[in-house]
């Protein structure tokens, strides 16, 4: 029986920033989430938050989850205090506790299994995820014996100069035996530089605890400030990234590239440099994405062509061409084969198979059949400055150049529209429509000059 306890209440001062630390987005996910996620492989049976600073923020930042109980810590008097707030809530369990610290989003899942693992198998009052660092200045330095048995976490501001010769830190990831976490954690004292109520102090005071250092202590990053955030950024799309060339994506550039740990590539897609995947969004395989491009939250097809272009929140089916310098917005869908060329916006508009928009063109809120035609410079005129309205466009109809579309209007199959047009009433199959005004040419006219 496992419970997880995520500490979360605490401002992250180092951050200075009025959004709270665990809020902070690592790359599509807040470092809160993050920490959720990692802790799902136990099965919890139950998953508690302890929120504080600007507690409504920090539960809005998990609606996606259901299940989690919030535990308030009204006021942040350190991490012993915010599991002391536990007490009421967990009076009866007898099971195993997990507590992460909200601030270190890098974890696997396998490690926080194997932590667990180990506190079950050596029945240890409680199992503590440690590492050597590099650079060890910030974090609580673990002291123990040769068995691995803990003597003492000391934090780094109390620490004495030969202390912090210690590189082994404390991950702030634990496992405890609730029962007799439960019995000592009335006994803390706030007798340190911070005047804070120390959860490390804690696990000191139980009798069998036991230190695991993590393989990769890239895994334990505990961020603080914006370039530990940076930091960690940084190792996460190492991570992304080399996960998707092991899995047959070819990634030309890859320091200049960045996807989010969302993103789902097919085999055989190769990204160009200066391109961003974001969100949920998909690739189809043998499609080409980029240079210079942004992908958010769309689901692309097989052999898709995208450069220098932005999509978010769009579809776009097989072996279609985007750009150079195309925009699709808000709830587009492409079908086959077509080409969205160059400074061409989409909106809300949904397109058939072989249909081209080429060059120049506007269109919002608009239906397009299959090989449709859309000529340089069309343009619809959706919005009469109150609402938004749709045009519907039929299958094999062509639009002459800089021709203006005036919503709510329907053009029928096989329509032509000539050059120049506003249209502003609808038009039946096999029409062509003109809507402009006739040329008027005067034979031997001349402007009079002045001296004349
Ligand atoms: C803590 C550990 C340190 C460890 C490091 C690992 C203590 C005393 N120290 O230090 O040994 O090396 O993490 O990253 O535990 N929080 C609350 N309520 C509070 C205070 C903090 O919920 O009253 C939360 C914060 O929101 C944060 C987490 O606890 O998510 C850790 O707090 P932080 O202040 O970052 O602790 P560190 O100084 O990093
Ligand atoms: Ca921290």
């Known amino acids: 029986?496992?419970?997880v306890a995520i500490l979360a209440a605490g401002r992250g001062t180092r951050m200075k920033s009025d959004l709270p630390k665990v809020c902070h987005n690592l790359g599509s996910l807040s470092l809160v989430e993050r920490v959720v996620n990692s802790c799902f492989t136990v099965d919890p049976l139950r998953c508690l938050v302890i929120v504080g600073y600007q507690s409504e923020r920090v539960k809005k930042s998990l609606d996606g989850f259901s299940g989690i109980e919030f535990v308030e810590q009204h006021e942040q008097l350190g991490t012993g205090h915010a599991v002391q707030q536990l007490l009421p809530h967990l009076e009866g369990f007898t099971g195993d506790l997990l507590v992460l610290n909200g601030d270190v989003p890098l974890l696997q899942p396998d490690t926080i299994k194997q932590l667990l693992e180990t506190h079950q198998t050596h029945q240890n009052a409680a199992t503590l995820l440690t590492a050597k660092l590099p650079n060890p200045q910030g974090y609580g330095r673990?002291?123990?014996n040769e068995q691995n048995l803990l003597k003492e976490i000391i934090e780094d501001r109390d620490c004495t100069p030969e202390q912090k010769q210690n590189c082994r830190i404390n991950a702030g990831v634990y496992c405890f035996n609730w029962e007799k976490l439960a019995k000592v954690l009335p006994q803390l004292q706030a007798?340190?530089?911070?005047?804070?109520?120390?959860?490390?102090?804690a696990v000191g005071y139980l009798d069998r605890v036991m230190a695991i250092d993590v393989e990769d202590y890239q895994e334990i990053l505990g961020i603080n400030d914006r370039k530990q955030l940076a930091e960690a950024y940084k190792i996460l799309q190492t991570r992304v990234k080399d996960n998707w060339m092991q899995a047959g994506v070819t990634l030309i550039d890859p320091d200049s590239i960045t996807i989010d740990d969302t993103v789902e590539l097919q085999p055989d897609v190769i990204i160009e440099p200066q391109t961003h995947l974001r969100g949920n969004t998909v690739i189809g395989s043998g499609s080409r994405i980029g240079p210079g491009s942004l992908i958010e939250n769309s689901q692309l097809g097989q052999t898709v062509t995208v450069q220098y272009s932005v999509?978010?929140?769009s579809i776009v089916k097989n072996g279609t061409r985007i750009g150079p310098y195309a925009h699709l917005r808000g709830h587009v869908e492409v079908g086959e084969t077509c080409r969205i060329g160059n400074f061409v916006e989409l909106k809300n508009s949904q397109l058939g198979d072989r249909t081209n928009v080429a060059h120049l063109s506007y269109l919002g809120d608009a239906t397009l059949g299959n090989r449709v035609n859309i000529g340089a410079g069309t343009i619809t005129a959706n919005y009469d400055g109150v609402k938004k309205h749709r045009t519907e466009i039929g299958d094999r109809t062509k639009t002459g150049s800089n021709?203006?579309?005036v919503a709510p209007v329907t053009l029928?199959?096989?329509v032509t529209v000539a050059a120049g047009s506003t249209v502003?009433?609808?038009v039946a199959d096999?029409?062509?429509?003109?809507a402009r005004s006739r040329q008027v040419v005067k034979s031997g006219w001349r402007l009079k000059s002045q001296s004349e």
């Open 311 to 313: 999509v978010t929140d």
């Open 142 to 144: 673990v002291f123990c």
């Open 424 to 426: 502003t009433e609808n």
């Open 191 to 201: 007798n340190n530089d911070q005047n804070e109520y120390y959860l490390t102090d």
């Open 430 to 434: 096999n029409c062509l429509v003109i």
């Open 403 to 405: 021709s203006v579309l």
């Open 412 to 414: 029928g199959n096989d």
């Open 1 to 3: 029986m496992v419970a």
